[in-house]
Each structure stands twice: as C-alpha cells, then as structure tokens.
C-alpha cells in the first residue's frame, strides 16, 4: 500500500510560480507510476501530468503544456509538479495518484490517491 501526502499548494499570483510536492509512504514506489491531477470547484477531476515509474516519460495536459514540468525523485520517495506562467484558470485543488498500472489521463486507473493541496491563482 502508498500512502501520499501532497504539500506546496497556496495563494500565489497570477504569472507566478510554485513546486508542489508529494511525499509517498512504503518501499514500492518506485515501481508506480504517478500522476498529478486537479479539481475545480463544480468540475470534474482532471489529469495535470503524468510520469512512469523509471521517469524516463512524462506526459501534460494540453492546458499545462510549456508550463509545467513533473519529475520524481526516488531516493525521497517524492514526485514534484513545477508550475509556472500560473493562471485564475489553474485554481483547484492538486492530487497526486499512483498507478501501478503505468501511466494514464483517467482517474480510474490510479490506485492510490493523496489528500490534495489547493492552489489558488489571483488575478
């Protein structure tokens, strides 16, 4: 079992930038694959990024493209999310999910999920 606790989220302005953070529990995870995904309110949950387990492929939503970078750190146990060029549009609340059956942009695969962080952008 992975246990996920996100951190990094916050009131930041538009333009600006932030590095969430995802810290995983247990000895696995460099066998997951991990996603970043982001929930407005009224909205349905939306894949940001996506990284294999060996990190040697990343993948974005079009909406982040050119502004957001995710890369993993497995010595930490830790997935990160740069973001920057920040927009009122990227307001939401951030998860990170781990998959154990390699990357994908739907929630349905991901088998572990953490608490989120929220990040508003101000105009």
């Known amino acids: 079992q992975v246990q996920l606790v996100e951190s990094g989220g916050g009131l930041v302005q538009a333009g600006g930038s932030l590095r969430l953070s995802c810290a995983a529990s247990?000895?696995?995870?460099?066998?997951?694959?991990m996603g970043w995904f982001r929930q407005a309110p009224g909205k349905e949950r939306d894949i940001v990024a996506a990284?294999?387990?060996?990190?040697?492929?990343?993948y974005y939503a079009d909406s982040v493209k050119g502004r957001a970078t995710i890369s993993r750190d497995s010595a930490k146990n830790t997935v990160y999310l740069q973001m920057s060029s920040l927009k009122p549009e990227d307001t939401a609340v951030y998860y990170c999910?781990?998959?154990?059956?390699?990357?994908?942009?739907?929630?349905?695969?991901?088998?572990?999920w953490g608490q989120g962080t929220q990040v508003t952008v101000s105009s």
């Open positions: 999910a781990a998959s154990n059956r390699g990357t994908s942009y739907y929630t349905k695969n991901y088998d572990y």
């Open positions: 247990g000895r696995t995870f460099s066998s997951y694959a």
């Open positions: 990284i294999t387990s060996s990190g040697d492929r990343r």
